[in-house]
Nanobody, 125 residues
Framework: QVQVAESGGGLVQTGGSLRLSCAAS????????MGWFRQALGKEREFVAS????????FYLDSVKGRFTISRDNAKNTVYLQMNSLTPEDTAVYYC??????????????????WGQGTQVTVST
């Protein structure tokens, strides 16, 4: 079992940047594919990005491609989400999650076993 905890959220202006971190404890992070999801107020949780165990493969939501970058440092048991050119549409609670499932399942919430508590990202106009 692994526990994950997000940090780095906050309030930023349109066009600004934030870097979210996801620190893991328990089992080593390299055993898991990792993902970031977000949930805006009144909406369903949606996939944002995922990264394979070794970091060699990534998926992104189309609307964040070119703006967000997911990365991982297995030695530090940490996953990151660098978010640039933020817009108010990116406002949401962002969740980190760990998946023991096969890589193609990492774009769905059902593909994940462990979730963090979330960190709020608010982008103002």
């Amino acid at each position: 079992q692994v526990q994950v905890a997000e940090s780095g959220g906050g309030l930023v202006q349109t066009g600004g940047s934030l870097r979210l971190s996801c620190a893991a404890s328990g089992r080593t992070l390299s055993n898991y594919n990792m993902g970031w999801f977000r949930q805006a107020l009144g909406k369903e949780r949606e996939f944002v990005a995922s990264i394979s165990r070794g970091g060699g493969s990534t998926f992104y939501l189309d609307s964040v491609k070119g703006r967000f970058t997911i990365s991982r440092d297995n030695a530090k048991n940490t996953v990151y989400l660098q978010m640039n050119s933020l817009t108010p549409e990116d406002t949401a609670v962002y969740y980190c999650a760990a998946s023991s499932s096969a890589w193609p399942r990492t774009r769905a919430t059902s593909g994940y076993d462990y979730w963090g508590q979330g960190t709020q990202v608010t982008v103002s106009t």
